[in-house]
């Protein structure tokens, strides 16, 4: 099965950006995710990538794919106070499975 | 729109005790799963659904039954609750099995139940 590692934390300073960093296992994976949950909620799709593309841009987030080194990253740009929660890469060709996440604090 | 339906939102419960956390999703998606979320573990599978009448086993099923019987609901029983069930589940549905296609998964809200 899919095995993902992630780093469990990360602080940076508001209007920095952000990079959250993901190593998968399974390169059958189709897709691969990234969620966000707040504090008390559930988790929330943030963006996906489809995994013949090397990147994908959406506003302030980045997603970044490198197939041959099974690394995918979520860059923030400008991060902001409401950008602090933790988020979870997840992937997976059979069943969707999800990092330990990262929690990102955001210093104002 | 309801999205996923999680109830209760937090329970307490005595070691032995029985009880079933509810979930119910109003997108007619096939596919529901449960998952507990520990911390530094993030999220594990424990069963999960690609349809009513069908079942199966994920990463960490001990303890834990399910069924299907509608579309709708999948509820989580734990038969004789144990501390090490100290967790926030959490139920999630999506339109097929996730890795067939891009197919976002929806979560509840949660459950934190805690067992003394």
């Known amino acids: 099965g899919e095995d993902v590692e992630q780093s469990l934390f990360l602080s940076v300073r508001e209007g920095d950006s952000s990079v959250i960093n993901c190593t998968y296992t399974?390169?059958?994976?189709?897709?691969l995710y990234w969620y966000k949950q707040e504090p008390g909620a559930g988790l929330q799709l943030l963006t996906y990538?489809?995994?013949?593309?090397d990147m994908k841009q959406d506003q302030r987030l980045t997603v970044l794919l490198n197939k041959k080194d099974k690394h995918l990253s979520l860059r923030i740009a400008d991060t902001q106070t409401g950008d602090s929660a933790i988020y979870f890469c997840a992937g997976g060709s059979y069943q969707l499975t999800f990092g330990k996440g990262t929690k990102l604090s955001v210093i104002p | 729109n309801a999205g996923v339906t999680q109830t209760p939102k937090f329970q307490v419960l005595k070691t032995g005790q029985s009880m079933t956390l509810q979930c119910a999703q109003d997108m007619n998606h096939e596919y529901m799963s449960w998952y507990r979320q520990d911390p530094g573990m993030g999220l594990r599978l424990i069963h999960y659904s690609v349809g009513a009448g069908i079942t199966d086993q994920g990463e960490v099923p001990n303890g834990y039954n399910v069924s299907r019987s509608t579309t709708e609901d999948f509820p989580l029983r734990l038969l004789s609750a144990a501390p090490s069930q100290t967790s926030v589940y959490f139920c999630?549905?999506?339109?097929?099995?996730?890795?067939?296609?891009?197919?976002?998964?929806?979560f509840g809200q949660g459950t934190r139940l805690t067992v003394v």
């Open positions: 990538i489809f995994s013949n593309m």
């Open positions: 999630a549905s999506s339109y097929s099995r996730t890795g067939t296609g891009n197919t976002e998964a929806f």
């Open positions: 399974d390169s059958s994976s189709t897709y």
